[in-house]
């Protein structure tokens, strides 16, 4: 998520629907870190330290900062996710707070009023808007909170409608429509289809033989999938590009070759007349049906 024009991408499809109104070359990196002292003059108080995944900031025309955008990867649900995101958000806005008195304490460019003595931050001052997304890279239903209100425990509607909420942007691709997905412009299409149809194998051959893009997938993304799906597949070291459809044919292969090895064994076949089966049955080589044996048979 640190590439550009993955980043890029990811918020477009989220915010404009695959729209490319935000540019890879817009966005500046910025220190994971939020540092934050509540309320400016750093005075009083212990600071906060908190590392975010991904943080950029998007500029207007390279000068003028327009949005802070963010992102957390999560490998597994999180159910205490909105309050991870505020406390995030917050901490990066109470750091501009503190940019703010410190830079006008040291132009002095007028008197400041009593109430923005107190706090630093001036009544013309200004906060860049921050976006945090949050990007579940499961198979699964994200079936977490996604507002802070629902993270409460029951209390009286009369009170409850004064408790601040907060809700968080989720990309979870098993609650994506293919439509959805298919607004994605980079590989991120393909990452989040095979993600989201990892567990059904019959319609996760249809996808990825219908979209000829998983026949030269890049080789980085094709890693993404591996991790994230833990489907151990193998493909040439040093290729660039990788053919999923062939990857997938033989981690098929290999597994019902598992099958057949295991189901030899339970008709107390013996070694050898099990190799002789497996080059027949698979069309391999006695010396490959060996080695494909010898992983099996235990």
Same mark, same amino acid.
């Given at each position: ?51 975010? /995944?991904?943080?950029?900031? !998007? !500029? ?14 999560? @490998? ?13 958000? @917050? !901490? ?21 009023? @009593? ?41 009286? /509607? ?33 990452? !989040? ?37 833990? @489907? ?67």
């Amino acid at each position: 998520m640190k590439d550009p024009i993955i980043f890029a991408d990811m918020f477009n499809k989220f915010l404009y629907h695959g729209k490319q109104v935000i540019r890879p070359e817009s966005l500046t990196e910025m220190d994971t870190t939020e540092i934050a002292v509540p309320y400016g003059d750093g005075k009083a108080g212990l600071p906060t330290q908190k590392y975010r /995944d991904v943080l950029k900031l !998007m !500029m207007t025309d390279g000068n003028v900062a327009y949005c802070i955008l963010g992102c957390e990867d999560q @490998s597994a649900i999180h159910y205490a996710m909105p309050v991870k995101n505020m406390l995030y958000d @917050s !901490m990066q806005l109470a750091q501009q707070v503190t940019k703010a008195a410190k830079s006008h304490r040291q132009e002095r460019e007028h008197k400041p009023s @009593s109430g923005e003595f107190l706090g630093g931050f001036h009544k013309t001052d200004r906060l860049i808007p921050v976006v945090t997304l949050v990007i579940y890279w499961g198979p699964d239903r994200w079936d977490g909170p996604l507002t802070l209100k629902e993270m409460y425990a029951a209390v009286d /509607d009369s009170i409850m409608q004064y408790v601040p909420d907060y809700k968080i942007n989720l990309i979870a691709p098993e609650q994506m429509t293919d439509e959805e997905i298919k607004e994605f412009q980079t590989n991120l299409k393909e990452v !989040m289809l095979y993600i989201k149809y990892s567990k059904n194998k019959a319609k996760l051959q249809e996808v990825t033989q219908a979209d000829k893009n998983f026949q030269s997938l890049d080789r980085q993304a094709a890693e993404v999938i591996n991790v994230t799906t833990n @489907s151990k597949l193998k493909y040439p070291e040093g290729k660039e590009k990788i053919d999923m459809c062939v990857a997938l044919e033989e981690m098929r292969t290999e597994s019902e070759i598992k099958g057949a090895v295991e189901t030899c064994k339970n008709f107390n076949m013996t070694f050898e007349k099990t190799i002789q089966y497996i080059s027949d049955h698979f069309a391999v080589s006695l010396k490959q049906a060996e080695d494909e044996v010898k992983k099996y048979w235990k």
